[in-house]
């Protein structure tokens, strides 16, 4: 039998606020019904080294700065 993985509890590297990543949920994270640019996509995958919350990711698609931390 294999072992499915426990959801993740994290913090946003962009805020910095508590979030739960649902990539290890039997349902898909909420993050999937965001629509980003491919280009914006590829910025966050260079500047993040995890997920960002389903705010910030929101905020981003509708044309938030980037902001990254300690900048």
Do not use: I
């Not at 994290?10 to 909420?30: E, I, L, M, T, W």
């Amino acid at each position: 039998m294999s072992r499915v993985p426990t959801p993740l509890d994290d913090r946003c590297p962009r805020c910095g606020g508590p979030f739960h990543c649902g990539v290890n949920d039997r349902s898909p994270c909420a993050c999937t019904g965001v629509s980003l640019e491919a280009s914006l996509q590829q910025r966050l995958r260079e500047s993040f080294a995890g997920c960002l919350c389903v705010g910030c990711l929101r905020a981003l698609a509708a044309g938030a700065a980037l902001r990254l931390p300690g900048r």
